[in-house]
């Protein structure tokens, strides 16, 4: 079998790869594989560093069995009964990939989606979670002291960058921690304060923001208690505050008398409302780190900010699960590294790129990881590795029922040479009426 790499193009910030230089000569060593890669200019491991690994550089990766990359993959690249594994964003009806999913319907093509690939336990085993989490909070951090600075307020967050000006990781701690240091001297404008950020969610993506979060000086608030704080009315100006919401604290029964169960809530979401717009007059910032689909309530809705955000503290939506249009409804459309924010005008419903203007600005980045290309994709590829050895044994001239792929990857498997597997046979739907 031969593995190709597609190159990414979505953008000209999409630097990412499946699998890093190191894990190329690391497998084509132990399995005696040959892997193909498409020559980039903007990738942040360059082509060199890919033929010093042994890999082949070119174009044409016609004669690979299985074919790797990061995001969708335009139409016009796919080729007959071939297997690809990407990020497809497929599984909610997506319309804009439904052309795509489709051709591959088509071509009798294969198709496993990275997001699918769970243990036993539904949970995630493939993921840029934590990466779009740390370059969402750090683009956030950076609209917000913009925003206040327009606003006639300068911080010490005007002194932040974009995610993408610093070039890794460990330079925006060093910077965060230098400004730790000045905040906890300096502190904020009191009419700031409480300066309260909100993170919807607990998950790989939660975490990756709050690990950002946390290098400033802060103090953690139970959302059940967010009300007493904020009406006794004793605030810190030399630290932040963070309220992290779960579901129970996002819904509530539709039955009064009735109690929130997580389980309930995950099969019949249609029983539960949302509750989070009592927390919203106090929030001065959302990150949205939750998994939504259109089952389930919204935490923002462009009804709620029409009528109420004359009076709203709310500066700043880092939409970092950016459901346009999803729970958080004011999200419009997504925007790119280069542009990554617009400010929403509840009263008029438009969208103006930027952070000046009437209406809490968007961050709407829909491939946020990318910002910190060498540190996300080393950590993707070192789970993705381990699973290409299994993929290069298994015998898929098999029927789906006794393919010899791990569960992991079965559970993964979108398309079988072209055909829905049992599990996402509902997604035919989407795509009978192309």
Known sequence: MRIGIRREDKNEYEARVPLIP??????????????????????????????????????????????????????????????YLFFSHTVKGQPYNMPMLKRMVELQTTLIDYEKIVDENRRRLVFFGRFAGLAGMIDSFWALGKRLQDDGTTTLLADFKPALEYGDLATVKKAYRKQAQLFAREGIPQNLTPLIVGFAGYGNVSKGAQEIFDILPHIEIQPAKLTDFYQKGVFSNKHLYKVVFKEEDLVEPRDSSGRFLLQEYYQHPERYQSKFDRYLPYLSMLIN???????????????????????????????????????????????????????????????????????????????????????????????????????????????????????????????????????????????KDL
């Not at 190191?22 to 890669?37: G, M, T």
């Not at 005008?345 to 600005?361: A, E, H």
Request: hydrophobic letters at 35%; proline letters at 7%; a neutral charge.
């Open 22 to 83: 190191e894990h190329v000569r690391q497998i084509s060593e132990k399995h005696k594989v040959e892997i193909y890669i498409q020559p980039s200019a903007i990738r942040t491991f360059s082509d060199h560093e890919y033929r010093s690994a042994g890999a082949v550089v070119t174009e044409n990766l016609s004669a690979c069995d299985l074919i790797l990359a990061v995001k969708e993959i335009p139409i016009s690249f796919f080729l007959p009964k071939k297997k």
């Open 289 to 431: 780190a939750i998994y939504w689909d259109s089952r389930y309530p919204r935490l923002v809705t462009k009804r709620y900010l029409r009528d109420n955000y004359s009076w709203l503290p709310l500066k700043v939506i880092g939409d970092i699960t950016c459901d346009v249009g999803g729970s958080v409804e004011c999200n419009l459309t997504v925007t790119d590294s280069g542009n990554p924010v617009y400010v929403y005008n509840p009263d008029t419903g438009r969208i103006d790129y930027g952070i000046r203007g009437y209406g809490p600005v968007v961050l709407a980045v829909d491939n946020l990881p990318c910002e910190l290309p060498k540190e996300s994709s080393t950590v993707f590829s070192t789970v993705l590795k381990k699973f290409i050895p299994q993929l290069l044994t298994t015998d898929f001239s098999r029927d789906f029922q006794n393919l010899n792929l791990p569960p992991e990857l079965k559970r993964a498997t979108i398309l079988y040479n072209g055909q829905f597997t049992p599990d996402y046979r509902y997604m035919h739907n989407f795509i």
